[in-house]
Nanobody
Framework: QVELVESGGGLVQAGGSLRLSCVVS????????QGWFRQAPGKEREFVAA????????RYADSVKGRFTISGDNAKNTVYLQMNSLQPEDTAVYYC??????????????????WGRGTQVTVSS
């Protein structure tokens, strides 16, 4: 059974940075694609970023391009989301997900089988 545990969320002022981590157990990063999604109060869960190390594919939502960076460390079985220039609209619960995605489905939450419990990110203005 694959389990995902997120950490690194918190409260930060606008313009600040946070790095989220997602430790994957029960599988290796190369077996699955990993994605970050977020859900703000009253809104649907939305795609943020995804990485597929087998094939070196990375995708970003337009809203975070140039500000967020997704990466993976095979040795630590951990996926990271470096978030810079954070804005109040980035406030949400951030979820890590894993699944046997293909390039065309990397941005779709329905393509991911396993989900973490989420970590809260709050950006104050």
């Amino acid at each position: 059974q694959v389990e995902l545990v997120e950490s690194g969320g918190g409260l930060v002022q606008a313009g600040g940075s946070l790095r989220l981590s997602c430790v994957v157990s029960g599988g290796t990063l190369r077996q699955y694609g990993q994605g970050w999604f977020r859900q703000a109060p009253g809104k649907e869960r939305e795609f943020v970023a995804a990485i597929k190390l087998s094939g070196n594919n990375i995708r970003y939502a337009d809203s975070v391009k140039g500000r967020f960076t997704i990466s993976g460390d095979n040795a630590k079985n951990t996926v990271y989301l470096q978030m810079n220039s954070l804005q109040p609209e980035d406030t949400a619960v951030y979820y890590c997900a894993a699944g046997r995605v293909i390039t065309s489905t990397m941005t779709s939450n329905s393509a991911y089988y396993y989900w973490g419990r989420g970590t809260q990110v709050t950006v104050s203005s």
